[in-house]
């Protein structure tokens, strides 16, 4: 490239070939790798390997009609999504960006005069949700009807999954923090102190991994100072309220776990001027665990907001010993809060209120913490990459996506030096075990939301092209009739990521009972399950193989603690599936006499495949009962047959394809019969309810 550029600089500006950055702005490009304004921007530099072969037009001359076209593309990309965007000639009809309907927002009544809505982003499990609803109520109408550029309400959705709860965070009950309780100033000697041990052990063994302000020791200390007072000393109502949401927390996994809502209530009620940093965000995590994400995200943003304000985003002079501990003390505080903050805005499709440009301050010392860093910045890049930028084609978004999934080729040696063991290590018990589990599910979950948009792609085609099959006549649209290896590949990884996720959680849930019962752990079951369920939505030849892990999802579900968000996760899986047929719905098997669940000794499930039916009498059963007379009842089926390797295998090399970049077939939106260009979209208007042109 950079050899081409300098025999061919002398004769003016123009190259053989402009990167995508400079393309997209109409920037001069010196066509080096990467070239200068990238370099300068630092943006991603990326060249389309196949130049697109256009037809000519009947009138006017090919340059012009070339040139009149990226101009149109340029004006497109730089309009505000609240402006008329200009329609080019036989491109776009009225109705053709809303096509997908992959961003959701519903409107709820809390009371005559509290009305509120909210809004769901292309990452969301949500999104994915109402893409299946459409699919399903699109199956009952002959000519089902497409949006008209307004605001489609996807409460119907809601209400047929009966998650309407969890999409607004509703709690199912509400509790008095003075009701029994008594009016006593003292923060909670209501709470025995026996179950307050149980609380805070509860958390230390689980979530406290991601939030470590304090040492263990620390919080054991406050826990006995707050019970057993010494003489002369006062009561610190701050560490006082991040206590109480400790035990909050941990009472959730627990049979005791009303006690939550109470302590939650109590130290809003108690101390309101307390709201600072740390306090606001194990707010956010109790709130995730109770199945309020929208709450969650919403205390995360204050909390963000102050730590700026505060400067924890920048580093601070140390002073002796103890002004050393306060620096590693501010860097944990913060970026545990930078990647809880973009974790969630990830999860939901929202954009996040922090970024690693504005970031001055030194990563702590904590492997644990360093690693969700990382994974922090490959979420942070899969949002404005995948999601928040337009593209020229489906191919180019493929290279991103690979390239952004080249970036976790080094999880798994962080891992080891994390935990002492990488991926491919069978579930763990304790804590340790809690701390694999978020390890592995958020790299899983990574992976699927980068490539999942591929996999709704593929689902539409197969949809249409099975319409289009049955329709005859001269004004049938022609597609294309073989998909891509690539794009059957991209979907490939998504799919995987789906199963992997199912795979170590319903293990894991059986030898680590503090996995079992984060319930957090249900957002990811049941957004790997509606992955799978949307695949073979359009592809009946892939449910045997997709439908018994949707079946052991279910299963552990089933085996947390019934109440929301679990049981209307359940309830939504369940409804779809019988839905799109009755014999696909999962019904609990009837106790089988003398069957032993005894612990296997072999190891990692990945060196010893379970059978692929759910009821295969060559199956291997499960390692041992939950207790409580709930059992996953089942067996884990084989991975999906994915021409891959078992370590690592959902990321594909980068300077690998299915063929050389000159023999992949690329196509926009036009070639699908769907009358709009792919590169005058961003991926958020592409997926969204949300109108962004006029219908003039």
């Known amino acids: 490239m950079a050899e081409i550029l300098q025999s061919d600089e002398p004769s003016g500006w123009r190259i053989p070939k402009a990167c995508q950055e400079c393309r997209r702005r109409k920037i001069k490009c010196n066509g080096a790798n990467p070239c200068k304004t990238c370099r300068v921007r630092n943006t991603p530099?990326?060249?389309?390997?196949?130049?697109?072969?256009?037809?000519?037009?009947?009138?006017?001359?090919?340059?012009?009609?070339?040139?009149?076209?990226?101009?149109?593309?340029?004006?497109?990309?730089?309009?505000?999504?609240?402006?008329?965007?200009?329609?080019?000639?036989?491109?776009?009809?009225?109705?053709?960006?809303?096509?997908?309907?992959?961003?959701?927002?519903?409107?709820?009544?809390?009371?005559?005069?509290?009305?509120?809505?909210?809004?769901?982003?292309?990452?969301?499990?949500?999104?994915?949700?109402?893409?299946?609803?459409?699919?399903?109520?699109?199956?009952?109408?002959?000519?089902?009807?497409?949006?008209?550029?307004?605001?489609?309400?996807?409460?119907?959705?809601?209400?047929?999954f009966s998650v309407r709860?969890?999409?607004?965070?509703?709690?199912?009950?509400?509790?008095?923090?003075?009701?029994?309780?008594?009016?006593?100033?003292?923060?909670?000697?209501f709470l025995p102190y026996e179950l307050a041990r149980i609380f805070l052990q509860r958390f230390l063994s689980t979530l406290y991994h991601l939030v470590p302000f304090w040492s263990k020791e620390l919080y054991e200390r406050q826990l006995e100072h707050l019970y057993l007072p010494s003489s002369g000393t006062g009561s610190d109502t701050c560490a006082n309220s991040i206590l109480l949401m400790a035990l909050a927390t941990g009472s959730l996994g627990t049979q005791h776990y009303r006690w939550g809502d109470i302590l939650f209530e109590r130290v809003k009620a108690s101390c309101p001027s307390w709201d600072d940093v740390v306090?606001?965000?194990?707010?956010?995590?109790?709130?995730?665990?109770?199945?309020?994400?929208?709450?969650?995200?919403?205390?995360?943003?204050?909390?963000?907001?102050?730590?700026?304000?505060?400067?924890?985003?920048?580093?601070?002079?140390?002073?002796?010993?103890?002004?050393?501990?306060?620096?590693?003390?501010?860097?944990?505080?913060?970026?545990?809060?930078?990647?809880?903050e973009t974790w969630i805005c990830f999860h939901l499709g929202r954009p996040s209120s922090l970024s690693s440009r504005d970031v001055g301050i030194a990563p702590p010392k904590d492997p644990f913490i360093l690693i969700l860093i990382h994974l922090t910045n490959v979420m942070a890049r899969s949002a404005n990459e995948i999601y928040g930028r337009p593209h020229d084609s489906l191919l180019q978004m493929?290279?991103?996506?690979?390239?952004?999934?080249?970036?976790?080729?080094?999880?798994?040696?962080?891992?080891?030096?994390?935990?002492?063991?990488?991926?491919?290590?069978c579930p763990q018990p304790g804590d340790v075990g809690v701390r694999q589990a978020i390890l592995i599910t958020l790299y899983y979950h990574t992976i699927l939301l980068t490539f999942r948009p591929f996999l709704i792609f593929r689902g539409r085609w197969q949809r249409d092209t099975k319409k289009s099959s049955s329709e005859t006549g001269p004004n049938?649209?022609?597609?294309?009739?073989?998909?891509?290896?690539?794009?059957?590949?991209?979907?490939?990884?998504?799919?995987?990521?789906?199963?992997?996720?199912?795979?170590?959680?319903?293990?894991?849930?059986?030898?680590?009972?503090?996995?079992?019962?984060?319930?957090?752990?249900?957002?990811?079951?049941?957004?790997?399950?509606?992955?799978?369920?949307?695949?073979?939505m359009y592809n009946e030849k892939v449910a045997p193989t997709h439908l018994p892990w949707v079946h052991v999802g279910i299963q552990c579900l089933g085996a947390m603690r019934p109440g929301d968000p679990i049981t209307s996760s359940i309830s939504a899986i369940q409804t779809v599936l019988k839905k799109l047929?009755?014999?696909?719905?999962?019904?609990?098997?009837?106790?089988?006499?003398?069957?032993?669940y005894a612990p296997n000794?072999?190891?990692?499930?990945?060196?010893?495949?379970?059978?692929?039916?759910?009821?295969?009498?060559?199956?291997?059963?499960?390692?041992?009962?939950?207790p409580g007379d709930t059992f996953?009842?089942?067996?884990?089926?084989?991975?999906?047959?994915?021409?891959?390797?078992?370590?690592?295998?959902?990321?594909?090399?980068?300077?690998?394809?299915?063929?050389?970049?000159?023999?992949?077939?690329?196509?926009?939106?036009?070639?699908?019969?769907?009358?709009?260009?792919?590169?005058?979209?961003?991926?958020?208007?592409?997926?969204?309810?949300?109108?962004?042109?006029?219908?003039?």
């Not at 690979?402 to 798994?412: G, H, P, Q």
């Open 45 to 160: 530099c990326v060249y389309r390997d196949v130049i697109r072969q256009r037809k000519k037009k009947k009138h006017g001359a090919v340059d012009e009609g070339l040139a009149s076209r990226e101009s149109t593309r340029s004006e497109l990309r730089t309009q505000q999504p609240s402006s008329p965007l200009p329609q080019p000639l036989g491109r776009r009809n009225k109705s053709a960006s809303y096509t997908f309907h992959n961003s959701v927002s519903a409107t709820h009544m809390a009371s005559p005069s509290c009305k509120v809505q909210l809004y769901y982003g292309p990452t969301s499990h949500f999104t994915l949700m109402h893409e299946i609803y459409r699919g399903l109520v699109s199956n009952l109408s002959t000519h089902p009807e497409e949006p008209q550029g307004e605001v489609e309400e996807a409460g119907a959705g809601l209400d047929m």
């Open 165 to 189: 709860g969890i999409f607004f965070g509703t709690p199912a009950e509400t509790h008095d923090p003075n009701k029994g309780i008594g009016t006593t100033v003292a923060p909670v000697m």
């Open 279 to 340: 306090n606001l965000e194990t707010h956010a995590h109790y709130q995730t665990e109770q199945g309020r994400p929208n709450s969650s995200f919403l205390y995360l943003g204050t909390a963000a907001r102050k730590a700026i304000s505060a400067g924890l985003h920048k580093e601070s002079p140390t002073e002796g010993g103890e002004g050393r501990k306060i620096v590693e003390q501010r860097r944990l505080t913060f970026w545990s809060l930078f990647f809880y």
């Open 398 to 425: 493929w290279k991103l996506a690979r390239s952004i999934s080249e970036d976790l080729r080094c999880y798994d040696e962080k891992m080891k030096l994390a935990l002492g063991f990488g991926l491919d290590k």
């Open 476 to 536: 049938t649209t022609k597609r294309p009739t073989e998909m891509p290896a690539w794009l059957n590949e991209a979907c490939d990884h998504a799919v995987h990521a789906a199963c992997r996720t199912l795979h170590h959680l319903c293990e894991a849930a059986i030898v680590n009972e503090f996995v079992r019962e984060l319930r957090y752990h249900g957002f990811f079951l049941t957004s790997a399950c509606f992955a799978l369920i949307y695949d073979f």
């Open 581 to 596: 047929h009755p014999s696909y719905e999962w019904v609990p098997p009837g106790p089988v006499q003398g069957q032993a």
């Open 601 to 626: 000794p072999m190891g990692s499930a990945s060196a010893h495949p379970y059978s692929s039916g759910v009821a295969s009498s060559q199956a291997n059963p499960m390692r041992e009962a939950f």
């Open 632 to 696: 996953l009842g089942g067996y884990l089926p084989t991975m999906p047959n994915i021409q891959v390797n078992p370590l690592q295998s959902d990321i594909p090399e980068a300077s690998a394809s299915v063929g050389s970049s000159e023999d992949l077939p690329d196509f926009n939106l036009s070639d699908m019969g769907w009358d709009f260009d792919f590169s005058t979209m961003d991926l958020e208007a592409f997926f969204s309810i949300q109108p962004t042109m006029n219908s003039s």
